[in-house]
């Protein structure tokens, strides 16, 4: 074989792998959203000061619109976070405010969480702000898996240098992701388990992010309900819904 068709076949080889990347990030980005989604969630925050859980409810159209409203315990009852476009409002109960919020807020600690308003209501974005390129491929830990490195896109509003996202080679589902600083050291990683069908797909049910920095904390999602492709009206996602 003449040295013009190896190039050409390695040339092909590699873009058949990016793309499945893509497809296979975009995929996992994907799994909490659809035409339209609404879920039922607890998140369970452990840190220095003790144990908090809330429950909530979040309600998505597509991936611009997506209201999450906090429905428990009683004192922090009907915060919200609206998303519109690229737009994002806050609704603060106790004082009575809709607070319009600048793209740096969103990238801070949601309700004292290790999760941002941007883990919550933008992770269906990562594929449209991130570059992916295959890692790995083979055993972790005796399981066989995938791993993508993202990196940012140069205009993209982000704050992470580098997010590796590992699947099971098996079916595809995420099983940890971890995230770097611009110096490549990871700061936080999130783990993926208790996989069931809800809403007719087969979905990963906890998610635990982690501080590195802070070893014994963690927060935790654990979706007790989620139904997808059902009928919500634009009303959903206005100020006025916000501050219900």
């Known amino acids: ?104 807020m969103t990238m801070t600690s949601w309700m004292g969480s290790d999760f941002t308003v941007d883990d919550l209501v933008k992770e269906s974005l990562l594929a449209r702000d991130y570059s992916i390129a295959p890692f790995f491929e083979g055993e972790r830990g005796g399981v066989a898996v995938y791993e993508y490195t993202l990196t940012p896109k140069p205009k993209a509003a982000v704050v992470w240098g580098k997010i590796i996202v590992q699947l099971y080679q098996v079916n595809m589902m995420p099983t940890w992701q971890g995230y770097y600083d611009e110096d490549g050291k990871l700061v936080r990683e999130r783990t993926f388990s208790e996989y069931k069908t809800m809403g007719g ?28 492709d059902v009928p919500i009206s634009a009303e959903t996602f206005s100020l006025s819904n916000l501050k219900r």
């Open 1 to 104: 074989m003449c040295l013009g068709l190896i190039l050409l076949s390695l040339s092909q080889t590699s873009h058949a792998a990016d793309e499945r990347a893509q497809e296979a990030v975009d995929r996992v980005a994907r799994l909490f959203s659809s035409k339209s989604s609404i879920a039922t969630v607890k998140m369970q925050i452990s840190n220095e000061n003790g144990q908090r859980n809330l429950s909530m409810k979040i309600w998505s159209r597509g991936t611009d619109n997506v209201l999450l409203r906090i429905d428990g315990p009683q004192e922090e009852a009907g915060t919200a976070v609206l998303k519109v476009g690229s737009d994002i409002w806050y609704y603060l109960p106790k004082s009575n405010r809709t607070v319009k919020v600048p793209p740096s």
């Open 201 to 228: 797909r087969f979905i990963p049910t906890r998610l635990v992010m982690r501080p590195v920095a802070k070893p014994g904390e963690q927060t935790t999602i654990v979706f007790e309900d989620i139904s997808f």
